[in-house]
């Protein structure tokens, strides 16, 4: 069974960073598309940033641009979201999630796996 595991949050003041990580386990092949999602209390689920299995090409939602990284590790089954200057309104539950196959996109109803979330509160 494919498994993803999230981890890295935690309380940060605004301007701070954390990084999170997501590992992967249990797929015969590569996803062609990872991303980390995100979910405030009382609001949809909102996809943050996709990175393509084979190219490595990403793409990242306005709010979030210039401050987050989406990255992954092949050799270690790993999928990372560096997340740097936070503000407030990024405290949220984080999820990274898998697509077996393309297009990237940030619809959540579009992929097939998803960790269990992990979460992430900055304080102003």
């Known amino acids: 069974d494919v498994q993803l595991v999230e981890s890295g949050g935690g309380s940060v003041q605004a301007g701070g960073s954390l990084r999170l990580s997501c590992a992967v386990s249990g797929y015969t092949y590569r996803p062609d598309c990872m991303a980390w999602f995100r979910q405030a209390p009382g609001k949809e689920r909102e996809g943050v940033a996709y990175?393509?299995?084979?190219?490595?090409?990403?793409y990242y939602i306005g709010s979030v641009k210039g401050r987050f990284t989406i990255s992954q590790d092949n050799a270690k089954n790993a999928l990372y979201l560096q997340m740097n200057s936070l503000k407030p309104e990024d405290t949220a539950m984080y999820y990274c999630?898998?697509?077996?196959?393309?297009?990237?996109?940030?619809?959540?109803?579009?992929?097939?796996?998803w960790g269990q979330g992990t979460q992430v509160t900055v304080s102003s």
């Open positions: 990175i393509i299995g084979g190219n490595t090409s990403t």
């Open positions: 999630a898998a697509r077996s196959r393309p297009p990237c996109t940030l619809s959540s109803a579009l992929y097939d796996y």
